[in-house]
C-alpha cells in the first residue's frame, strides 16, 4: 500500500507538470516572449554524509523547459530534467585494496522556479524548489562485493537508496536571447540513506551547468 501511495503520488506531480506546461502552450502563440528551452550539460554530485568516505564526480544533464512572463520584471520557468549523477565510495576489495568505486544514479526532476530579470534577455536569477526521482545506485558487477570502507556494508547495500528528494534551488542564466548558459546549485532536504538504519544520514548536493536553446 505505501509503495502504492508513492507511485500515486509521483505520477500526480508529473501530471501537474504537465498540465501547466500544457497552459503555457496554448498561450505561446499570443505572447511573444514565452519561449521553449532544449538544454543539456553536465553535473557534479556530492552525497554529503559521515557515515563513509564519498568523493563527487561527474554526470550529465538533458531537459525541457518553457520560460514565460509572470509579473513585471519577474519570469516563471517550467523544467523538467533527466539525469545521470555519479559520485565514488571509498571500498576494500576481496584482497583488502584500497578502492574508489564508481555509483551512478538515474534521476528525473521536476522544477518551478522564480526567475528575476537583472538584465532583459541577458542575465537573471532564479530559485525554487524541484523534486526528483531516482532510480537505484548501479555499480560494476564486480566491485558490488566490496566491503565500504569504515563499514561492514558491502557495495550492493547502499543501492536501494531514498527514491524520492526535494531540492531547494538557486542559479543564475546568463546570455542572449535565444541561447543562454546556465549554473545552478541543489541541496537534498530529504535523508538519501534513510533505508540502510536509523544511524545513517546523507543529503546530496548537485552543481549543474548547462547550455539553453531558446526556440
Known amino acids: 500500500m505505501l509503495l502504492q501511495n508513492y507511485y500515486m503520488k509521483n505520477s500526480l506531480l508529473i501530471a501537474l507538470f504537465f498540465f501547466s506546461i500544457t497552459s503555457i502552450f ?8 514565452n519561449r521553449i528551452g532544449i538544454s543539456g550539460g553536465v553535473n557534479q554530485f556530492t552525497l554529503n554524509t559521515k ?3 564519498t568523493a563527487p564526480d561527474l554526470g550529465w544533464n538533458a531537459g525541457l523547459s518553457i520560460r514565460g512572463n509572470f509579473y513585471n520584471n519577474w519570469d516563471m520557468v517550467y523544467a523538467i530534467q533527466f539525469s545521470e549523477n555519479n ?3 571509498d571500498t576494500k576489495s576481496s584482497f583488502l585494496f584500497d578502492e574508489k568505486v564508481n555509483q551512478k544514479l538515474a534521476s528525473a526532476q521536476i522544477s518551478l522556479q522564480l526567475s528575476y530579470k537583472l538584465i532583459e534577455n541577458h542575465l537573471s536569477l532564479e530559485f525554487g524548489p524541484l523534486v526528483q526521482i531516482n532510480g537505484k545506485l548501479k555499480t560494476d558487477y564486480e566491485k558490488e562485493n566490496n566491503t565500504i570502507s569504515g563499514t561492514t556494508l558491502l557495495v550492493k547495500d547502499i543501492s536501494g537508496i531514498n527514491q524520492f528528494n526535494f531540492y531547494p534551488t538557486v542559479g543564475l542564466t546568463f546570455g542572449v536571447r535565444h541561447f543562454r548558459a546556465n549554473i545552478s546549485y541543489q ?4 535523508n538519501m540513506l534513510e533505508g540502510l538504519g536509523y544511524d545513517f544520514k546523507g543529503n546530496p548536493s548537485i552543481l549543474n551547468g548547462n547550455l539553453i536553446i531558446y526556440l
Open 26 to 33: 496554448a498561450q505561446y502563440r499570443y505572447r511573444d516572449s
Open 51 to 53: 557515515n563513509f568516505n
Open 87 to 89: 559520485f565514488s565510495v
Open 187 to 190: 541541496y537534498g532536504i530529504n
